[in-house]
């Protein structure tokens, strides 16, 4: 069975801490994503990985960085937390654009989510 | 411009009855994929069905079936006898590949409420 987890459910920071959030996948697939979902704006992508080591912004990447040292981990950083950075975080994974997992059509699968708050 | 426009904030539907989320599409990729995620409230994302631009025929997936009019650029999703479980927030995505990960772009959502 496919698994995508993320490290903390539930995050509760001050402004100014440095966060880590933590998500690793274990479907060995090469393309791993960072989403911050608020409501009525949707899921709006942070960054993205398509390789160890490698980085790509997304739409909203200020304020944050990534780290993927390990090709199953991929990490979103918030240096300096701030409130506006409240949101529910979502990490996905997904297959090689060029090849195809069974039927799904290189879906992202997608971690159970950390909502973050920042005071 | 937006790339995924769902316009149903939120929809009602009486249990049993059938439900169209709609979902409108922006690309000039002729190659691209569209997806429907459901996301109940415990918060995981559930994929529920994926349509090619090149596939004759609309997508089916159980009670799920994609209205796929290429032309007019809509996507729409197709929940047929709604049940309880059903209601979630869903969203409509695009997979455009020219980038190397095949991100996806996501809509607004429209939250579904299911009536007993």
């Known amino acids: 069975d496919v698994k995508v987890t993320q490290s903390s459910r539930y995050l509760v920071k001050r402004t100014g801490e440095k966060v880590f959030l933590e998500c690793v996948q274990d479907m060995d697939h090469e393309n791993m994503f960072w989403y911050r979902q608020d409501p009525g704006l949707g899921l709006r992508l942070i960054y993205f990985?398509?390789?160890?080591?490698?980085?790509e912004k997304g739409d909203i990447p200020e304020g944050y960085s990534v780290s993927r040292e390990k090709k199953e981990r991929f990490s979103l950083i918030l240096e300096s937390a701030s409130t506006n950075q409240t949101s529910m975080y979502l990490c996905a994974s997904s297959p090689f654009k060029g090849s195809r997992s069974g039927s799904s059509y290189n879906e992202q699968f997608f971690g159970p989510g950390t909502r973050l708050t920042v005071l | 411009a937006q790339k995924i426009t769902q316009t149903q904030p939120g929809m009602f539907v009486q249990e049993k009855e059938a439900v169209t989320l709609d979902c409108t599409y922006d690309?000039?990729?002729?190659?691209?994929?569209l997806f429907w995620y459901k996301q109940p409230s415990s918060g995981e994302m559930i994929f529920l069905i994926y349509?090619?631009?090149?596939?004759?025929q609309n997508a089916t997936e159980g009670r799920y079936s994609l209205n796929f009019q290429k032309a007019r650029k809509s996507a729409n999703l197709v929940i047929s006898a709604s049940q309880l479980g059903d209601s979630a927030m869903y969203f409509c995505?695009?997979?455009?590949?020219?980038?190397?990960?095949?991100?996806?772009?996501f809509g607004t959502g429209t939250r579904l409420t299911v009536i007993p």
């Open positions: 349509q090619g631009s090149y596939d004759q």
């Open positions: 690309t000039s990729d002729p190659s691209y994929g």
């Open positions: 995505a695009m997979r455009e590949p020219q980038t190397g990960a095949n991100n996806l772009f």
């Open positions: 990985s398509y390789d160890v080591k490698m980085k």
